[in-house]
């Protein structure tokens, strides 16, 4: 079975300009999240997609981060402007459907951001 | 939601059993706690969870006290392989998983 799959694994961008994350999830898993880990903390939740409705954007700085699943499968994350704060490590993780359902979430090998 | 607390490190000798605390005392009825792994630079790796009782699968053990309040992750053989930061994470309503800081464990030969 194909794990969760990102694109790029690393990018370097200068302040101020935009990037964009790719993530094709688990075949078959309904929920999707996006994940933000800062060098030496844990994973923090962005965003939680069920099929291509949001379940919970809370997180999500809204005024420059922006999250879409087109057809309930692939997802992209995109950051525009990008801060200096923002270089991180960007998760991807699907699972079956909610924790709450007895399911885990699988995790893909991340992009790890640098902004200068 | 769910919170947890771990000890920030921990060391084990290789062959040794790696048991690892957690507290989850807020932790509701109907809410899973899940142990991952995150070896460096890779993504966390799902090791186990639970509700109430015991679980085990090839890779370790989790005991769950009867209150529910607080769990323990046993890695029966720890190997040099198994070094990583290790996270006993609640849910945010059944939905999606709170890390917290994790336990680093160090295992040396």
């Known amino acids: 079975e194909a794990g969760v799959a990102q694109s790029p694994r690393y990018k370097i961008i200068e302040k101020r300009q935009s990037v964009a994350f790719w993530c094709n999830p688990i075949?078959?898993?309904?929920?999707l999240y996006w994940y933000q880990q800062i060098l030496g903390q844990g994973p923090k939740l962005l965003i939680q997609?069920?099929?291509?409705?949001?379940?919970?954007d809370s997180q999500l700085p809204k005024d420059r981060f922006s999250a879409e699943r087109l057809k309930g499968v692939d997802s992209t994350l995109k950051i525009q402007p990008a801060k200096l704060e923002d270089s991180a490590v960007y998760l991807c993780?699907?699972?079956?459907?909610?924790?709450?359902?007895?399911?885990?979430?699988?995790f893909g090998q991340g992009t790890r951001l640098t902004v200068v | 939601d769910a919170k947890t607390t771990q000890p920030t490190s921990m060391d084990c000798a290789e062959g040794r059993a790696a048991n690892l605390p957690c507290n989850h005392s807020?932790?509701?009825?109907?809410?899973?706690v899940y142990w991952y792994r995150q070896i460096h630079s890779q993504g966390p790796q799902y090791i186990i969870h639970g509700l109430k009782n015991n679980e085990t699968n090839e890779m370790a053990s989790l005991i769950i006290t009867e209150d529910r309040k607080s769990s323990t992750l046993i890695l029966p053989h720890a190997t040099l392989r198994d070094t990583a930061v290790y996270y006993c994470?609640?849910?945010?309503?059944?939905?999606?998983?709170?890390f917290g800081k994790g336990t680093t464990l160090s295992v040396s030969s």
């Open positions: 807020t932790i509701s009825g109907n809410e899973y």
């Open positions: 997609f069920q099929n291509n409705g949001v379940v919970d």
């Open positions: 075949s078959g898993h309904a929920t």
């Open positions: 994470i609640g849910t945010q309503a059944g939905t999606a998983l709170i």
């Open positions: 993780a699907s699972s079956l459907g909610q924790l709450i359902l007895n399911t885990e979430a699988f």
